[in-house]
């Protein structure tokens, strides 16, 4: 009991420590905010002159959305960190190397009051942005709005899941079995998504706009983008075939979470396949760069397997088919697919849908039919160039941001389905099922 008493009392007290350390920060980012309102008051910009910021969560894929939105405007990225698949260079800001002068648990705090001064546009997570770790982090977006400055929000994961709110069971179990901390924590992702909701001009989610976060402004299967003159093919379709070529058709895949990814039954189905007499090797890879996994992709692998838990497809799948890959991913669910069918792209995804009832069947099917896998491929990076290359980020991001500037209603056809194209797919589809 006394031991809980003292517990209890020690946070208390590193509470009330951390919020009168805050009240400085508060009062600066207070004053930031009166003079950046004050200049944005005296000097509108126009559209041409928009200024925009990405970050702070160390993602690259701030990096590959910036070099799209500096095809019509200024953007620099902003990070507190970095991780393993970016370099130094492909980031304008390190927070930590930005204020070299001030005590490093302060420059956060500055660069937040650098952002109310010199940018118009946020682009960031439900994380927030800069003082996401302070406890006065709620006043984030009530700065940007009395500054003017437009939000756009794009989860990326971990800041936007609630477990309890997850359609899929097996994407459940994926993320319990690797990611089991973030259960105690949906409270505070709850009202993260909440406060951004509310506040931010525009939400992007993706495939997880169906798990609970409850808005999309543009339905989109993903707002990821990649630059396709780096990830592309070297290959060239040869004439050998399946089971009697002394080559083994190899099947990559980046495992970074494996019960997530769903490991294991890629695992089984080659073993299966193996004893079948199939030529198939399956080769994981972890923690290697981006330029080691684009050698891999342009000169060993044959077919990519992404996941099966998650419901969707993500970056390295995007790569993937980039590089001509066939992939394998879970399109399944109906719950996630049907709207984006209707109403956004999946109907042009050349994704090979797999989960645990056909992942045996569809392997069989590319591993003997070489044209198949190149036909695949093909179609795969035409999907890549029209709606994840840097060139139709420019053209998604600039009509996104002239909408939200001007006030206006976000309207992106380019990445909505035909209606009419949609109803006579599923038509033709039914009829070839009689």
Not at 383 to 391: G, K, L, Q, T
Not at 394 to 401: C, D, E, N, P, R
Request: aromatic share 14%.
């Amino acid at each position: 009991m006394q031991k809980a008493l003292r517990l209890k009392n020690s946070v208390a007290i590193q509470y009330i420590f951390y919020f009168l350390f805050s009240i400085p920060e508060i009062i600066l980012i207070t004053i930031i905010t009166i003079v950046s309102f004050a200049y944005r008051f005296c000097f509108t910009k126009k559209i041409t002159n928009q200024r925009i910021v990405l970050g702070s969560v160390p993602l690259i894929n701030n990096v590959y959305w910036k070099k799209a939105i500096n095809k019509f405007a200024l953007a620099k990225t902003y990070t507190s960190a970095l991780y393993s698949n970016s370099k130094r260079h492909d980031w304008d800001i390190i927070i930590s190397e930005r204020w070299r002068f001030a005590p490093s648990f302060f420059r956060s705090v500055l660069s937040f009051c650098e952002v109310l001064l010199k940018y118009d546009l946020i682009v960031t997570s439900y994380s927030g942005f800069a003082i996401n770790d302070r406890p006065y982090w709620r006043i984030q977006a009530i700065c940007f709005k009395i500054c003017k400055i437009k939000t756009i929000v794009i989860p990326y994961g971990s800041d936007a899941y609630i477990y309890s709110r997850i359609n899929s069971n097996t994407l459940l179990h994926g993320l319990l079995g690797d990611y089991p901390g973030a259960a105690k924590n949906s409270k505070s992702i709850e009202s993260r998504i909440n406060y951004w909701n509310n506040y931010a001009d525009a939400v992007i989610p993706g495939f997880m706009g169906f798990d609970g976060i409850g808005r999309w402004d543009v339905l989109v299967c993903s707002p990821l983008i990649i630059d396709t003159s780096f990830w592309c093919s070297n290959k060239e379709m040869n004439s050998q075939s399946n089971q009697n070529s002394s080559k083994p058709v190899v099947i990559g895949h980046f495992p970074n979470h494996k019960i997530f990814k769903g490991t294991k039954y890629i695992e089984a189905a080659v073993e299966l396949l193996q004893a079948e007499g199939f030529n198939v090797e399956l080769r994981i890879y972890n923690n290697i760069s981006n330029y080691q996994v684009s050698d891999l992709m342009k000169n060993e692998i044959d077919i990519y397997f992404d996941q099966i838990n998650f419901i969707g497809y993500g970056m390295a799948a995007i790569e993937a088919m980039a590089c001509s890959l066939p992939v394998l991913a879970n399109l399944q669910d109906k719950n996630y697919t049907d709207a984006l069918k209707y109403y956004s792209h999946l109907m042009d995804c050349p994704i090979v849908s797999v989960d645990q009832t056909n992942l045996l069947s569809e392997l069989r099917k590319l591993i003997v039919s070489e044209s198949l896998r190149h036909d695949i491929g093909i179609n795969g990076r035409k999907y890549v160039e029209r709606y994840h290359s840097i060139e139709s980020g420019a053209v998604f991001f600039k009509q996104l941001i002239y909408s939200l500037v001007h006030n206006s209603k976000i309207d992106l056809k380019l990445f909505e389905s035909n209606p009419k194209l949609v109803l006579k797919t599923f038509d033709s589809l039914r009829d070839k099922n009689r």
